[in-house]
């Protein structure tokens, strides 16, 4: 078999199992990533794990390797050939397949193991490129909306820790809030982390200041009396 290249995708990964007319949560579609398989009798949706789906079944915790380029139609056994060389360490696998290549999910608790597996076979492994993707930014800042705002006690709670419970009252402009809560990144959740970077959860926080800082109170003074 031909030596392929692999990256790892960042997000830890959930696949799912629904009823065949199941609704998809809006928050998928802003994914990187995700796999949707419908037949007569499921559904199967490959999500993040961030991202909550009331399902009937779930098995959490899988890493994605992505091979790296197109594979053509006419070449044969990729697919055997990975399965082969995770099956002898003992490494199951979840694949799909798309028009342009194949992912293979590895459970995280297996992903060293079959990582020093396909570099034995042979095989690289590649950084993700650091380059745009092309999406609707309002879609993808909606998505991450539907994930940040489940985090609003918590982002509350981490001002009152980190910056003091004066914070809550005095942060009223849109620049200092922007300041505090950048500070405050890196102590969410690290899957809340891989769905949303710091630039979106600034912006979460500076589009939903009243929602994470109580009203101030009106200054007291002496009430005119109109003439």
């Not at 696998?93 to 992912?103: G, L, Q």
């Not at 608790?109 to 993700?128: D, I």
């Not at 940040?148 to 980190?162: C, G, R, Y």
Request: glycine share 4%; with cysteine.
């Amino acid at each position: 078999m031909q030596a392929l290249k692999f990256i790892i995708l960042n997000s830890s990964y959930s696949i799912h199992r629904l009823q065949p007319d199941a609704a998809i949560p809006r928050a998928v579609f802003g994914s990187l990533f995700y796999s949707i398989t419908k037949t007569d009798n499921e559904l199967s949706l490959v999500v993040p794990e961030i991202i909550e789906i009331d399902a009937e079944n779930t098995d959490t915790g899988w890493r994605v390797l992505k091979v790296v380029g197109t594979l053509e139609f006419s070449l044969t056994g990729i697919l055997a050939g990975i399965s082969t060389a995770l099956a002898q360490v003992d490494v199951s696998i979840f694949a799909i397949s798309t028009f342009d290549t194949d992912y293979i999910l590895v459970k995280d608790a297996k992903l060293k193991t079959a990582k020093e597996a396909l570099l034995a076979a042979g095989h690289k492994f590649v950084r993700t490129p650091q380059k745009p993707v092309e999406k609707d930014e309002n879609f993808l800042q909606r998505s991450y909306s539907n994930i940040l705002v489940k985090q609003i006690p918590l982002i509350k709670n981490l001002i009152t820790e980190k910056l003091g419970p004066s914070a809550l009252v005095t942060l009223r402009s849109e620049a200092a809030l922007a300041v505090a809560v950048g500070s405050l990144y890196e102590f969410l959740p690290a899957p809340v982390r891989l769905v949303a970077n710091r630039e979106a959860f600034v912006s979460f926080c500076v589009h939903n200041l009243d929602k994470i800082l109580p009203v101030a109170p009106k200054p007291k003074g002496k009430t005119k009396t109109a003439r």
